[in-house]
């Protein structure tokens, strides 16, 4: 029987190592509770999880911002460090940006779809795997990735089992 | 397409293995590799471009796997275990979109 094969952008792998929540509906949607078993499901080899180069960019970024001064600092740079280094544990095979970086290209010239999502999008289709993204991004951005892809799921939406 | 060819034949106690796929792709290969392992108890390596051998003069694609032994997954255990008590013990913050996501 074939492996699960995911795709889980920025926006769910953060979640899933800083406690978080996202004004959704006029309440705090809990989005740690819903990323959590995905992080735990590719720690645990249990899916096969692929992503783009730019996650890592992504996620040190937002992770570290956390601790910025200038962002509030809500988390104590040592932690956020810490969480970097579990983060980059997990198996999680890179995709190099030189083989989706054409369909990154069709997506964004088709659909409009920001160059970052791109990134992601372009891995689900090239791996076939699902693709996991938070919420509804302002932009359209699920309907539009939907139109090049059939398996994109929002941490909002469902459960991931 | 398939597995055309793994060491476990010969080492069935051994905690790693090499697999061929005579995929037509280095993806695909993957695949097939990545399903052979979930099969047989085995995790492959998180490399991306897997080696490619000549072998009765076919091309192959070839993947290192490494057994889910007790060892491995009380490893994994534990560091499940840990990220679940650091991640918990954070504060809560409001999730954010990258600018350049927006």
Known sequence: ?161 | MAIIRTDLDKLPDANAVEVDSDAPDNMQAIHEIDDWAAEHGFARVSEYWLRQRKVNGRRVFRGICYRLSEDEVKAIGEESAHAARVTDSLPTTIHQVDEDRK
């Open chain 1, 1 to 161: 029987m074939p492996r699960r094969r995911i795709v889980a952008d920025a926006s769910v792998m953060l979640p899933a190592f800083f406690p978080e929540v996202l004004p959704y509906r006029g309440n705090q949607f809990d989005l740690t509770r819903r990323a959590k078993p995905i992080a735990e499901q590719i720690r645990s080899r249990l899916v096969e999880a692929f992503a783009p180069e730019h996650l890592r960019h992504e996620f040190i970024k937002r992770a570290l911002g956390k601790a910025s001064p200038r962002d509030g600092a809500a988390i104590a740079f040592d932690q956020a460090v810490e969480q970097v280094r579990e983060f980059l544990k997990l198996p999680i095979v890179y995709v190099p940006g030189s083989k989706l970086v054409e369909v990154v290209f069709t997506c964004v010239e088709a659909s409009g779809v920001s160059v970052a999502d791109g990134w992601y999008l372009a891995c689900a289709m090239e791996t076939k795997s699902e693709l996991w993204i938070s919420h509804e991004h302002a932009d359209g951005l699920v309907e539009a990735a939907r139109e090049h892809h059939d398996k994109v799921y929002l941490l909002t939406e469902r459960t991931f089992k």
